[in-house]
C-alpha cells in the first residue's frame, strides 16, 4: 500500500540548498521508494491514477515533520561498551589503556552480540538510518554485529578491522591473516544478499598496518569494488609517527596502497596538509568529520570549511568512543561550535589568549542548514550511497526521521519550517525522533523509543 505524508517535509539537495514544503505531501510506494513529494497533492495525485482504497495518509501536527534519516560516517561498535570512559587521554594512551583490552574481548561472540545488539538500538533510537560500522580484528563477531544491524533493520557498512604491527600483542594479525580474513568477510557478507548492510575494507589506520597490508587491503577494494574507511590526520604526534614509518605524508601512505577511491572515507582529517586536502579531492575521497572525540581526546579542531571550500566531501561521525555521544544530532551541534571556535581565533583577540596568529576575517562559520546537510546527504554522499538515500529525491529509498519539537515541551506559538529543524537541532533529542524508517520500513516506534 502507497503511504501519504501530509505536512511539512524538509530536506538538503546540496550544502548550500535547503528545501522544504510547509504544508506538502510525501509519498512512499509499498516498496519504500519515494514516488512523489512536493506542495501540490491534488496535482500529483490525479497524475499518480490510483485508487484512493489503495493510499493509507498520514497526516502531521503542526509541532511535526519529516526530514531524512541520519548518516553516521564514522563510529566503532565494540566500543560502545566503554564509551564515556577515558576522555581525558591523549588518542594513543587512550587505544592502549582503554580501547585495544576492550576490543579483544570481541572473540567471545556471547559478550559481542550483547554489545551490539545495544549499539545498533541506540543509534536507530537517536535517528541513525546509515552507520559506518569499525568492528574488531574478530571475524566471527564483526558478522555478528553485521547480523544484528540486518535484523533490526539499519542500513550499514561493516569493517573487519585489521592490524598487523605496532598494536599489543593480545590484539594483533599477521599480514597473510588479516588478508585471508577480511577477504573471507566480505564473501560471507555479500552472502548474506542484504542490499542494506554492506562490507568495507577497514585498516585501523596507517600506523598499525605495514605496507605489505595496507597494499594487500587496498589490492582487495579495487578486486572487489567495496567501500574503504580508515583513519587520517586525527592527532599531531600520530601524524609525526606515521610520516617517520611511510617516509610520505598520512594521505600518501594510503594512496601508495590503492586505498584513496570513490569509495573512501577517512576519518577525521584534522590535521591534514594542503597538498593532501588536494589529493583526497583529486581521489574522489571523503573526510568524516569526528567533532566531539577531536576534542574529547584533545587531537584539533578539523576546519571543515576548508576542506568543503576544496571540493572535498564531508560527512558527520559520532566516533563512539573517542566521541561521548550516539547521537548525530549531537555531532551536528558539535560541527556548529567547532566552526564558531574557529571564528573566534581567526578573528578575534581573545582576552588570555591574545591575538589571531592567522586572522582570516573571510571566515564564514558553518551554519544550521548546512550542518544539516552535513548529516544527512553529505553524509551520504561520503559513504557514496547517495544514489539510494539522504534526501527525498524522487525513486530514493524512504530512510526517514518523524520528528516532533512539541514532545517535551510544546512551543508557546506555531513555529515555520526554519523554527521547526532550528528548534530541534539546538534543543532536540532522541526523544522527539518518534519513528524511523529505513527503505520503508519502520524500525522505530513511539512505543519502542
Keep these: 500500500m502507497t503511504t501519504i505524508y501530509r505536512g511539512t517535509i524538509l530536506h538538503t539537495k546540496a550544502f548550500d540548498e535547503f528545501e522544504s514544503f510547509e504544508n506538502g505531501f510525501l509519498a512512499v510506494s509499498k516498496d519504500g521508494k519515494i514516488i512523489g513529494v512536493g506542495n501540490d497533492y491534488d496535482s500529483w495525485l490525479s497524475s499518480y491514477k490510483c485508487n484512493a482504497s489503495t493510499l493509507s495518509e498520514v497526516r502531521l501536527s503542526e509541532d511535526q515533520f519529516l526530514m531524512p534519516g541520519f548518516v553516521d560516517c564514522h563510529i566503532h561498535a565494540p566500543q560502545y561498551a566503554q564509551y564515556g570512559l577515558g576522555l581525558d587521554m591523549p588518542l594513543l594512551d587512550w587505544l592502549n589503556t582503554y580501547t585495544f583490552p576492550l576490543e579483544a574481548k570481541f572473540s567471545d561472540q556471547s559478550y559481542a552480540l550483547k554489545v551490539y545488539k545495544s549499539v545498533v538500538e ?62 573471507k568477510f566480505v564473501a560471507e557478507l555479500q552472502g548474506l544478499k542484504n542490499p542494506l548492510v554492506l562490507p568495507t575494507i577497514t585498516p585501523r589506520f596507517a600506523l598499525s598496518c605495514s605496507k605489505e597490508l595496507l597494499q594487500e587491503l587496498g589490492d582487495i577494494a579495487k578486486r572487489l569494488d567495496v567501500h574503504v574507511q580508515s583513519h587520517i590526520s586525527e592527532n599531531l604526534a600520530e601524524v609525526e609517527v606515521v610520516k617517520g614509518i611511510f617516509r610520505t605524508s598520512y594521505a600518501g601512505a594510503y594512496d601508495d596502497a590503492g586505498l584513496l577511491t570513490k569509495k573512501t572515507v577517512m576519518a577525521h582529517g584534522v590535521h591534514l596538509e594542503d597538498e593532501e586536502i588536494a589529493l583526497l ?13 577531536n576534542t574529547m581526546l584533545n587531537s584539533g579542531l578539523c576546519d571543515v570549511q576548508r576542506l568543503i571550500n576544496a571540493g572535498v566531501t564531508v560527512g558527520l561521525g559520532t566516533d563512539v568512543s573517542g566521541g561521548n555521544s550516539v547521537s ?46 552535513l548529516a544527512t546527504l553529505g553524509g551520504a554522499k561520503a559513504l557514496s550511497l547517495d544514489h539510494m538515500t539522504g534526501n527525498f529525491l524522487l525513486g530514493k529509498e524512504f530512510d526517514a526521521l518523524l520528528v516532533d519539537v512539541g514532545v ?26 518518534l519513528e524511523v524508517f529505513v527503505a520503508g520500513k519502520r524500525v522505530k516506534t513511539p512505543e519502542s523509543a
Excluded: M, W
Aim: include cysteine; charged fraction near 25%.
Design 408 to 433: 517535551v515541551e510544546k512551543p508557546v506559538r506555531p513555529l515555520n519550517v526554519n523554527e521547526l529543524i532550528e528548534k530541534f537541532i539546538y534543543t532536540g533529542n532522541d526523544r522527539n525522533i
Design 281 to 293: 579531492k583529486q581521489r574522489g575521497t571523503s573526510v568524516a568529520h569526528c567533532p566531539a572525540s
Design 328 to 373: 548525530i544530532q549531537d555531532a551536528l551541534l558539535r560541527a556548529l561550535d567547532v566552526s564558531k571556535h574557529l571564528d573566534f581565533f581567526k578573528k578575534q583577540n581573545i582576552r588570555g589568549t591574545g591575538e589571531a596568529k592567522n586572522p582570516d576575517p573571510k571566515y564564514a562559520q558553518l551554519k544550521y542548514k548546512q550542518a544539516l546537510y
Design 122 to 183: 541506540a543509534t536507530i533510537r537517536c535517528g541513525t538510518t546509515l552507520a559506518s560500522y569499525f568492528a574488531t580484528n574478530n571475524l566471527e563477531s564483526t558478522l555478528v554485529l553485521a547480523r544484528e544491524a540486518a535484523r533490526q533493520g539499519q542500513r550499514a557498512l561493516i569493517g573487519k578491522v585489521c592490524s598487523n604491527c605496532n598494536s599489543p600483542d593480545y590484539y594483533v594479525e599477521t599480514t597473510e591473516e588479516s588478508a585471508k580474513a577480511t577477504e
